[in-house]
């Protein structure tokens, strides 16, 4: 799905109105799609989820929380897959459809650069989201089913970091944009799952050292220290 379009007075022209770019998102938000019964079906599921862990996904627990039959679960969601799919994007919907709406006003180059790191930089206080969603990851990657879905997720999450981080006259990121996308999506979680470990944890400095390496190497066109470039 496509997020819409934002619009907001361009600077300085007294009320111009300036369409901006809208950013594809991988998957929509199920819940609005749903039947009331199935919307109250994945409802409880994350409860559950929250609550109790992947193990206690069961059709019994599922429907005991949400008051239903359990035949109702494979009626709406066809199979525990769909059901968990369902649940992966309804998880991370909001997140995602916030952080777009938050960095698609910014204008592109420097400004864009600096709201993604400091979006990062907040995610590790969401502690509700990343629990869940680091409950789900091992058992979404031993699915030949949902595996995909998983790495389609991440895939539009790199090419969302290499867009923000792209230069504002580029069309398309830089070769030495997209590795650097990678790495900043893998720090962002890590950092996350560490903070979910121990949350007295301080990760200020190493955010900080983060955001050097990383708009160091933007730009500077991904050239190394000796002004070889970096493959």
């Known amino acids: 799905m496509r997020i819409d379009a934002i619009a ?25 799609h749903l039947a009331p019964t199935a919307a109250r079906i994945l409802e409880a599921a994350k409860r559950v989820l929250a609550r109790d862990g992947f193990r206690a996904l069961t059709f019994e627990s599922i429907a005991r929380e949400a008051g239903e039959n359990p035949a109702l679960i494979r009626y709406h969601f066809g199979s525990k897959a ?7 994007d309804s998880v991370l919907y ?31 206080e969401d502690v509700d989201t ?19 879905h998983l790495r389609g997720l ?9 867009w923000a981080l792209k230069d504002a006259g ?10 650097m996308a990678l790495l900043t999506v893998a720090i ?22 983060w955001r050097r390496l990383v708009l160091g190497h933007v730009e500077s066109g991904g050239e190394s220290s000796s002004g070889d470039q970096v493959d």
Request: net charge negative; hydrophobic share 40%.
């Open 130 to 148: 990343y629990r869940n969603f680091f409950e789900l990851i091992p058992h979404v990657l031993r699915d030949d089913q949902l595996r995909p």
């Open 154 to 162: 991440f895939d539009w999450y790199r090419k969302l970091d290499a």
């Open 8 to 32: 907001r007075p361009a600077t300085g022209d007294g009320g111009e109105v300036v369409t901006l770019t809208r950013y594809e998102l991988p998957f929509d938000d199920p819940t609005p």
């Open 170 to 179: 580029d069309k398309e990121p830089a070769a030495h944009i997209e590795p």
């Open 94 to 124: 909001q997140e995602a459809a916030e952080l777009i709406e938050q960095l698609t006003p910014v204008p592109a180059g420097e400004p864009r650069r600096e709201a993604l790191l400091s979006q990062h930089e907040g995610l590790p």
């Open 188 to 209: 962002a979680d890590g950092i996350a799952l560490q903070k979910l470990a121990d949350p007295e944890l301080d990760v200020g400095p190493a955010f900080a050292l």
């Open 82 to 88: 769909g059901l968990i799919a369902a649940l992966v």
